[in-house]
């Protein structure tokens, strides 16, 4: 998300992880990977993907506005495991309000090679892990 401080998507097949408020992240493993993010903020979104295998992915970025498809890109690539790239989502919105704004200009950069940290802190607990409690 914009500024960095939160993200949402996969880890691996078993680990979800969502800080977004209002964003739905879902899976089919070996099928597909849906993360959907609220695009009412102007800036840049960063999207990483790492790859699980070797071989060709693709990737459809879609923006909407109350369910009309407003921009939309197709991303296609070769990987290895490990390996990561990344695109960056940048958008122009009208209104002040992130949960009513329209993206009015939405660009998406080629794919490229990940050099960077992590795009956010990340704090994952696998399923049936407890949290720690504190002293």
Known sequence: MPGGRVAAGFLDDSV?????????TDSA??????VEVPGGEAGD????LTGVGEGRF???VTGRYLGFRTARQALAGHTRAGERVFTRISQRVKGDDPRTA??????VE???AWQGDEPAT???LRS???RPQPN
């Open 110 to 112: 080629a794919l490229q």
């Open 45 to 48: 979104y960063t999207l990483v």
């Open 128 to 130: 049936g892990s407890r």
């Open 102 to 107: 329209r993206a009015t200009g939405t660009q």
């Open 58 to 60: 693709t990737v459809d």
């Open 29 to 34: 493993p070996g099928q597909r990977w849906l």
């Open 16 to 24: 979800e992880v969502n800080q977004v408020f209002g964003s739905l």
């Open 122 to 124: 990340v704090v994952a």
